[in-house]
């Protein structure tokens, strides 16, 4: 197999470019009907010419040579079917390379990543067999029924990889399996996601749920559904948001709601959504609630922010153990987080 071939046309996508963009990125000193023998596998490019692509590509040259091959299943976009083809090609192919990278050094320190899940033998047909599929797998995962501290982190250590990647399109997160059914895999928009935790941590669980319940067979707004009560579910357990509030309540104080959102991590819309669904409020007071929500415009902006990490050092932990106990050269922990050895020295302070 022509590895170099597929990993020159990924590393082109990655920077959405096309064959005539590429060319011109590198002044063409090459067309762009050479390049495509390069992707077609007909031509192998000399060293210097691969020092130039990956110059223009922002990859080591070592990248080229990878063996490694990724097959991505069948892709969740949230909100995203009407995006630009490129852009979603653009999103998928670095999200092929950081996981290929994170699961390299995995592979190098010898560590298990096989995903069990907990919860495939229950079948969804309601919102109680969210509530029980939600449960199930906080026993699971020994969480009890408090606050989580960090759901990417939490996600993480349970063998889901997690990948933050920045577009400038409108979208949250998607989600797939990778290798069959052996690596689940949540990729969330950095741009969107950074300056909310609170919505980043209902994201990652919400593809969680795509990821791990019988549910993406089901009709798109149920689907839709199931998913956002599996989230708020995962963030605040029925037994634990009764307490909260009290029991049945006929209002809601929007102080109240703010400092369960900072206990719990989650929005004071997805509170009063999931007090709803659990009968602790009536039908109509919710949509009174929304209402006021609208008219004060906290809809998008919600009038105290949740100040809570979510951000995963696994990657960066792995790396330095493996670089510490000699499992990896400089230059290959340096390959590993995509940069130049010069580059990884200065920004991680190695001597």
Same mark, same amino acid.
């Given at each position: 197999?022509?590895?170099?071939?597929?990993?020159?046309?990924?590393?082109?996508?990655?920077?959405?470019?096309?064959?005539?963009?590429?060319?011109?990125?590198?002044?063409?000193?090459?067309?762009?009907?050479?390049?495509?023998?390069?992707?077609?596998?007909?031509?192998?490019?000399?060293?210097?010419?691969?020092?130039?692509?990956?110059?223009?590509?922002?990859?080591?040259?070592?990248?080229?040579?990878?063996?490694?091959?990724?097959?991505?299943?069948?892709?969740?976009?949230?909100?995203?079917?009407?995006?630009?083809?490129?852009?979603?090609?653009?999103?998928?192919?670095?999200?092929?390379?950081?996981?290929?990278?994170?699961?390299?050094?995995?592979?190098?320190?010898?560590?298990?990543?096989?995903?069990?899940?907990?919860?495939?033998?229950?079948?969804?047909?309601?919102?109680?067999?969210?509530?029980?599929?939600?449960?199930?797998?906080?026993?699971?995962?020994?969480?009890?029924?408090?606050?989580?501290?960090?759901?990417?982190?939490?996600?993480?250590?349970?063998?889901? /990889?997690? @990948?933050?990647?920045? *577009?400038?399109?409108? &979208?949250?997160? $998607?989600?797939?399996?990778? !290798?069959?059914?052996?690596?689940?895999?949540?990729?969330?928009?950095?741009?969107?996601?950074?300056?909310?935790?609170?919505?980043?941590?209902?994201?990652?669980?919400?593809?969680?749920?795509?990821?791990?319940?019988?549910?993406?067979?089901?009709?798109?707004?149920?689907?839709?559904?199931?998913?956002?009560?599996?989230?708020?579910?995962?963030?605040?357990?029925?037994?634990?948001?009764?307490?909260?509030?009290?029991?049945?309540?006929?209002?809601?104080?929007?102080?109240?709601?703010?400092?369960?959102?900072?206990?719990?991590?989650?929005?004071?819309?997805?509170?009063?959504?999931?007090? /709803?669904? @659990?009968?602790?409020? *009536?039908?109509?007071? &919710?949509?009174? $609630?929304?209402?006021?929500? !609208?008219?004060?415009?906290?809809?998008?902006?919600?009038?105290?922010?949740?100040?809570?990490?979510?951000?995963?050092?696994?990657?960066?932990?792995?790396?330095?153990?493996?670089?510490?106990?000699?499992?990896?050269?400089?230059?290959?922990?340096?390959?590993?987080?995509?940069?130049?050895?010069?580059?990884?020295?200065?920004?991680?302070?190695?001597?």
């Amino acid at each position: 197999m022509n590895y170099f071939a597929e990993r020159l046309k990924s590393a082109r996508l990655m920077n959405g470019l096309s064959l005539q963009g590429l060319a011109d990125k590198i002044n063409n000193r090459i067309t762009k009907q050479s390049l495509s023998k390069y992707e077609l596998g007909q031509v192998v490019p000399d060293s210097e010419m691969i020092g130039i692509l990956s110059e223009a590509l922002g990859v080591r040259p070592d990248y080229f040579f990878s063996d490694q091959v990724l097959e991505f299943g069948t892709i969740e976009f949230r909100k995203l079917e009407s995006y630009p083809a490129k852009e979603r090609t653009r999103i998928v192919e670095i999200a092929k390379d950081e996981l290929g990278r994170y699961l390299e050094l995995e592979q190098i320190l010898g560590i298990e990543t096989r995903f069990e899940n907990p919860v495939s033998n229950i079948s969804i047909h309601s919102f109680l067999d969210i509530e029980k599929a939600a449960l199930k797998l906080r026993e699971h995962w020994g969480l009890g029924t408090g606050a989580l501290s960090n759901v990417i982190e939490l996600l993480e250590d349970h063998h889901v /990889k997690v @990948l933050e990647i920045e *577009s400038t399109e409108e &979208f949250d997160g $998607f989600c797939t399996w990778v !290798n069959g059914k052996n690596i689940p895999l949540i990729v969330l928009n950095k741009a969107k996601l950074n300056d909310a935790p609170d919505r980043k941590r209902f994201t990652a669980l919400h593809e969680l749920a795509h990821l791990i319940l019988e549910v993406n067979h089901l009709p798109e707004n149920q689907k839709e559904k199931f998913c956002h009560a599996f989230a708020t579910a995962m963030l605040i357990p029925e037994e634990r948001l009764r307490i909260e509030l009290g029991g049945k309540r006929t209002k809601l104080s929007f102080h109240e709601l703010a400092a369960i959102k900072q206990q719990y991590g989650i929005s004071m819309q997805a509170l009063v959504y999931r007090a /709803k669904n @659990l009968g602790l409020i *009536s039908d109509n007071y &919710f949509r009174q $609630f929304y209402a006021m929500f !609208n008219q004060l415009g906290y809809r998008k902006n919600e009038p105290v922010a949740y100040e809570g990490s979510e951000h995963s050092n696994r990657f960066s932990q792995l790396l330095f153990r493996a670089l510490a106990e000699d499992f990896i050269s400089m230059s290959k922990a340096a390959s590993l987080k995509n940069q130049k050895l010069a580059e990884f020295r200065k920004e991680n302070m190695v001597i």
